[in-house]
């Protein structure tokens, strides 16, 4: 290789690393703002589990339907993706493992449909015509509630008019800055309350625990999705940041063979040059 | 004098914390004033304003819903978004006020958008309501 490639290749990388460095950067304090978001969450979700379970555990009486099984005829999934790659296996891990799921619980495209946020599963569902119900792309790096609740809304409407008889939610979760982990969790119909059922506080109801499961149940499912979304979130920039680091890495390695490469050929010419001038004057003598 | 230990939770975060003497609400089934000691209680709110009550001043929220949850010694509210009628912005208010009665305008009764953009009007009113009172 000339000289001058090798210099250019040089270049190249070391503009390619600037970039992922500084997509790194940011990530990384993104990741920051994501991990703020979710602990803010954490009194909401507490208080609204608190309250559901203990309302739902508490009286046998209080019957509603998105606390009930039904037979399946239709099954929702609720797929969270980001909107851009350069995020490692961020988005592939959830969107191969759907995909396996539907092929193997459903043998026709009528029995199930799919909610799905970020464009990348938005691409990758329509390129494979699978049923996308409702899709929602450009989401804010630091989504508030506002921004999901048309989705989150209409996902829990589409189980209440029997759309679809069960809701499943795929996404990846947050463990730390370097692992997240894939996670399936039905939504509804709401059945399990994990451990919450400790509480002791037995309510007065105003003015009937029915009207109140009312509100509070799709409520609760909505920050559910909520929940999910912001731990994805948090994933996502965490698993960006890595795959950037990992990048940057590469390049500086990358950079470091090709200077070793530059020296090695820069001496060999310098060296055939006075070996050519020796040679020139002993053929004078 | 006794006091409650009052928190408005959103989804977003708290927007507010503190005590109170009493807390006024507008429950789906009428008004609704808790003062210390009140027995447990769960109730669904209207798009509203809560009010608490501390030594002589009145702190308004403007809440969309949501429910509150009373123990003898703590007021939980909890609404999928609430604002404290010094943090709402008046023009943002006024223009989701206009924005939702042009929805309105546009959408015939039955219709799902003409629902949305009616609650989405009341909400509006509501803040409007709520700032002229800070």
Request: proline fraction near 4%; aromatic fraction near 6%.
């Amino acid at each position: 290789m000339a000289l001058r490639d090798i210099k250019a290749r040089i270049d190249a990388t070391k503009k390619t690393m600037q970039i992922t460095k500084a997509m790194e950067m940011v990530s990384a304090a993104a990741l920051n703002r994501a991990e703020q978001n979710a602990k803010r969450f954490v009194p909401y979700m507490d208080k609204i589990q608190e309250v559901v379970s203990s309302i739902a555990s508490g009286s046998k009486s209080a019957r509603h339907p998105m606390l009930l099984s039904r037979p399946v005829k239709k099954t929702g999934y609720f797929v969270i993706t980001a909107d851009r790659g350069l995020a490692g296996a961020y988005n592939s891990n959830v969107l191969r493992h759907v995909f396996r799921t539907i092929k193997e619980r459903h043998q026709s495209p009528d029995e199930y449909a799919i909610i799905v946020v970020g464009k990348v599963g938005l691409n990758f569902f329509k390129s494979r015509n699978m049923p996308v119900l409702d899709s929602i792309t450009g989401l804010a790096d630091q989504p508030s509630f506002a921004d999901i609740k048309a989705i989150a809304s209409k996902a829990v409407n589409l189980y209440a008019n029997e759309t679809f008889d069960e809701l499943y939610m795929y996404y990846n979760h947050f463990v730390s800055a370097i692992q997240s982990e894939l996670t399936e969790k039905k939504v509804l119909p709401l059945a399990d309350f994990d451990g919450a059922s400790t509480s002791t506080a037995s309510y007065e109801y105003e003015p009937s625990e029915e009207e109140i499961l009312e509100v509070l149940l799709p409520q609760y499912a909505e920050s559910l999705i909520y929940g999910a979304l912001l731990d994805a979130k948090a994933a996502e920039h965490a698993s960006r940041m890595t795959a950037m680091r990992n990048a940057t890495d590469n390049a500086n390695e990358l950079i470091g063979q090709f200077t070793l490469t530059y020296n090695r050929e820069r001496q060999a010419a310098i060296t055939q040059e006075i070996t050519e001038i020796v040679g020139g004057v002993a053929a004078l003598e | 004098m006794k006091t409650l230990e009052v928190s408005v939770v959103t989804p977003d975060g708290p927007v507010f914390e503190g005590t109170a003497n009493m807390v006024s609400a507008k429950a789906k089934s009428g008004e609704l004033g808790v003062m210390p000691g009140h027995i447990p209680l769960v109730a669904p709110l209207t798009i509203s304003a809560v009010r608490v009550h501390q030594d002589g001043r009145t702190q308004y929220v403007a809440v969309s819903g949501g429910f509150i949850e009373v123990r003898p010694e703590k007021v939980t509210v909890l609404a999928q978004s609430a604002e404290l009628a010094s943090e709402i912005e008046m023009e943002r208010a006024q223009a989701a006020k206009e924005r939702a009665e042009r929805r309105l305008a546009a959408t015939s009764q039955n219709d799902i958008d003409h629902q949305r953009a009616e609650l989405a009007l009341r909400r509006a009113v509501n803040r409007i309501d709520v700032a002229s009172r800070r």
